[in-house]
């Protein structure tokens, strides 16, 4: 053989070797590339699923808020959570909140119970199917939640049109208002007044005194003759009559007694001397006419306006400081002398120095004005009368709140309520809208102007700059 041929079949030997070479370490990074990934899963999988899964929804439904978050790690008693319903037929999205929701404490235990397998379980905690009983044996108290009430379905549409459009996810405000009912006695007792053309408290306020465990009821003072024994809290909401005599009487002593009311105006300019005269008594003259705010308004509606809000007073005290709050056609208020040194009164929502009140002749004054306020009054055995008025039922309503889905008005409505009951936590939790939120830009005309016109006029002018450009060469 020659010394050529044994010089290349050394070579040939060699590459071979050194290709065997590379495909072993390649064989070995894969093989260890693998068992990596192997190892990686096993140690993912003992994670918990709260733990384990990213909230990407648009809406957030899983972020469960700090109430929530604070109260269930203040609690000290064992607290179960009985699911009465096949688990695979139970919506997915509830499933996974309610794996992440009682992970949150060492106290909560979790358990699905199909009723048709178990049919005896319905009976045993007086229950329907398709429920969430939540039950202490500490206090041997339990709450009923019905899953069909966890995610809301406008109902208009689905009676109207047959479609099924979701409104708002609930799972939390449910189960954290059912697990502080089976921990506490306290209830209470508002009544709405009637017999004066008042307006109705929106759904979501209703939902939310039930998760303060307070029931409403519905009272006539003339027809009834007085205000009930058992009334926690008055509300007058957006009357367009006035008191009789007799009622402005009954309203002064419940409230000389320590009582508490909630009176939210009517959008309408109407004169009605015994009200205004029961908020003079506390400090609050009701100027004439609607209010507006040239300064802090949505778009092109003063009269649809942004409100400051005062978080220092304990009406608003449970909202942040950025909280966004929307009035439409508003009373405005200014702040006088009560007729007792004992009473404080503190507004909580203004308009900037740009507001202006507009009469029904259309004459215009401008000025600051209170559209929210509380006054309180201590009397004996540690008792303090509030009265709280607000300019309009914006806040109870849902003249706002069925538009703007990203407002806080039902919030600090709550908030004002809650203040003033030391016996209530503040856990009251506003649903998750699953609809789509409006813009609420305070003024959007410069906003419209350039997203509408300047803009795509821009684009166009560019483009055709660059056809006739391209055209030439």
């Known amino acids: 053989m020659s010394i050529f041929k044994k010089k290349q079949t050394a070579q040939t030997a060699g590459s071979t070797r050194q290709s065997r070479g590379k495909m072993a370490f390649s064989t070995g990074v894969v093989t260890l590339a693998v068992v990596a990934v192997i190892v990686f899963n096993l140690l993912v999988a003992q994670i918990p699923t709260s733990k384990a899964q990213i909230d990407l929804t648009d809406t957030k439904i899983y972020n469960i808020t700090d109430v929530s978050v604070n109260y269930l790690n203040g609690i000290t008693e064992d607290v179960a959570i009985h699911v009465l319903a096949d688990k695979s037929s139970v919506d997915p999205r509830i499933v996974r909140f309610l794996d992440k929701y009682v992970s949150l404490s060492d106290h909560l235990s979790l358990e699905y119970v199909n009723p048709t397998v178990y049919p005896s379980v319905l009976s045993q905690y007086g229950a329907d199917a398709n429920t969430i009983v939540v039950t202490c044996k500490a206090t041997g108290r339990q709450e009923i939640v019905n899953i069909s009430d966890i995610i809301g379905i406008d109902e208009m549409a689905y009676y109207m049109y047959q ?24 209830r209470h007792t508002a009544y709405l007044t009637s017999g004066h053309e008042e307006g109705s408290l929106s759904q979501n306020v209703t939902d939310a005194l039930k ?30 009559r006035d008191l009789a005599k007799d009622e402005l009487t009954m309203l002064r002593e419940y409230l000389a007694k320590g009582g508490q009311m909630i009176y939210c105006m009517a959008s309408q300019i109407q004169d009605l001397p015994n009200l205004d005269a029961l908020c003079s008594d506390y400090g609050l003259n009701v ?65 900037s120095d740009k507001g202006v009140a507009v009469k029904a002749d259309n004459s215009q004054t401008p000025g600051s004005y209170v559209v929210g306020a509380v006054a309180t009054e201590s ?12 300019g309009c039922d914006s806040l109870c309503g849902d003249s706002v709140t069925s538009s703007f889905a990203n407002v806080d008005n039902s919030a600090l409505f709550v908030a004002s309520i809650a203040a003033g009951f030391k016996d209530v936590s503040p856990i009251s939790v506003d649903p998750v809208s699953l609809a789509e939120e409006n813009n609420t830009v305070t003024t959007g005309g410069l906003w419209g102007l350039l997203f509408i016109f300047v803009i795509p006029a821009a684009l166009l002018i560019f483009g055709f700059v660059r056809w006739t450009r391209r055209r030439k060469l």
Request: include cysteine; charged fraction near 20%.
């Open 379 to 390: 009397v004996d055995d540690n008792i303090t009368a509030r009265l709280t008025v607000l």
């Open 287 to 351: 100027v004439p006419g609607l209010v507006t705010d040239t300064q802090r308004y949505y778009q092109n509606t003063p009269f649809l306006f942004f409100p400051t809000l005062d978080t220092s007073v304990d009406a608003a005290s449970g909202l942040n400081s950025d909280a966004t709050i929307m009035l439409y056609g508003s009373r405005g208020m200014t702040v006088t002398n009560p007729v007792r040194n004992t009473i404080t009164v503190k507004p909580f929502l203004s308009t």
């Open 211 to 240: 998760k303060l465990h307070m029931t409403v009821n519905t009272v006539n003072l003339l027809t009834k003759g007085a205000i009930p024994d058992d009334c926690d809290l008055l509300i007058v909401d957006a009357p367009t």
């Open 163 to 186: 479609q099924t459009k979701e409104t708002n996810f609930d799972a939390e405000g449910k189960l954290t208002s059912a697990i502080d009912g089976v921990l506490t006695s306290v």
